[in-house]
Every structure is written in C-alpha cells, then in structure tokens.
C-alpha cells in the first residue's frame, strides 16, 4: 500500500522567502514520487518527478526536491519565492510495474506576500 | 502544446439523474485515468483504462460508474444514477505508456454539482 502525507494545509512566505513544502510517504515498493502544481481553475501540472538515480531533482520554475529514503521524504523547495508561484502543491506518490495510479497528498496551498 | 481537455467545465445536476463527463486526452497516448477531488479533500484516482479495457478501479468505482472510449479521440466517465456526494472535480489524465515513472498529464477538470 502506498500513502503520502504533506505537513501544512497551508504555507504563507514572503515574496523572496524560501519556499519548504513538506511530503512524506509510505510505500511498499520502490516509490516514484511526483510534485504537481494547481493554479485556480486549472488541472494539474507536473513540477517534477523522481523515479531512479540522481536524489536532487529539478523541476520548471525553479523548484526542486530530494528524495531522501532514510527519511521517506520528498520535500519541495525554492530558493526565492515569486508571487506568482501562489498555487495549491501536491505531492503525490506511485510504484513500479504497470498502469500505476497516483496516490496523492492533501495538498498544501502556498501564499507568497509582498 | 498538446494537452487533455475536458467539458464540460462545469456540470450541475439533479440526484438520480445521468452524467456523461468528457475527455479528448492527448492524441499518441494510450493510458487513460479519471481521478476526482471533493471540495477540500485529496485527489483520488477512480479508474485507470488501457486498451478499451479497465486496467484498476477504485472502491469509489462502483456499478454507477462505467468508461469508455467511443471512438479514437474521446474518452468518457458515466454517472448512471448521480448521488450529491458525487459532487465533485473530476479531473481526466493521460499518459503516453505504461508504468509509474511516466507523467500523466491532466485535463482542467470538470466541476459536477448533483443538487
């Protein structure tokens, strides 16, 4: 069975600010695990994801995340945040093998102040 | 770019009474989902399709939902018999090939309001 977890419904930064978002999962496999970001009104689209190999990935925007096993942890982050990057993040989680659904987060929504 | 669209964007309708929810997913892809989200809940996965077949479902896929792919562009969620905690986002995504490393990519959903 697969489970992700995303401490904080809710992050407020500044606009410059460090931007953390929290995600922990649990899996039985060996996990895939992905960032999505929702803009109002919009679908979801991919941030980033990690599947094998390199445990820092990058994603669009400037984001990143490290996959960390000891952990289980796949935390989101951004070095400077811009306004525009107010948006609903969720992390979600999936295995190997085939036709493998998402298994996703709460969801955490981010606001960037000035 | 090409991206999964979905209509309606927003469908209300009566308790009881049948929803067709639509999705064109992107044209060379093969694998086919509907996930749905209640207002302030997680995204949850519905149905996985491939091949004109249910690949995996849900508990929440019971005998009131059904999915198909009518032709070569279109793949739809029924609703026979709608129910007012089906009100819902419901948001269809496709991906290009199987397995859980591949991105899926997601239509801007369709908000279903039963009364």
């Known amino acids: 069975a697969q489970s992700v977890t995303q401490l904080g419904s809710h992050v407020s930064v500044s606009e410059g600010a460090l931007v953390l978002l929290r995600c922990n999962y649990s899996?039985?496999?060996?996990?895939?695990l992905f960032w999505y970001v929702q803009y109002p009104n919009q679908g979801l689209q991919l941030l980033l994801k990690?599947?094998?190999?390199?445990?820092l990935v990058k994603g669009i925007n400037g984001f990143e995340a490290e996959f960390k096993k000891s952990e289980t942890s796949f935390h989101l982050t951004k070095p400077s945040a811009h306004m525009s990057d107010a948006a609903e993040y969720f992390c979600a989680v999936s295995g190997a093998g085939g036709y493998n659904k998402l298994i996703f987060g709460a969801g955490t929504r981010l606001a960037v102040h000035p | 770019e090409p991206e999964v669209t979905q209509t309606p964007s927003h469908q209300v309708t009566q308790m009881g009474q049948e929803v067709i929810l639509r999705c064109v997913p992107i044209?060379?892809?093969?694998?086919f989902y509907w996930y749905r989200q209640i207002l302030g809940q997680k995204v949850e996965f519905l149905v996985s399709?491939?091949?004109?077949?249910?690949?995996?479902k849900s508990e929440i896929f019971d005998d009131q939902f059904s999915v198909e792919r009518p032709d070569g562009s279109n793949f739809t969620l029924k609703i026979r018999s709608t129910k007012l905690e089906d009100s819902a986002m419901y948001f269809c995504a496709s991906s290009e090939s199987s397995g859980g490393s591949h991105e899926q990519f997601f239509g801007p959903g369709t908000r279903l309001t039963v009364l």
């Open positions: 044209s060379n892809h093969l694998y």
């Open positions: 399709f491939y091949n004109n077949e249910i690949s995996e």
């Open positions: 899996s039985s496999v060996p996990p895939y």
């Open positions: 990690y599947t094998t190999g390199a445990t």
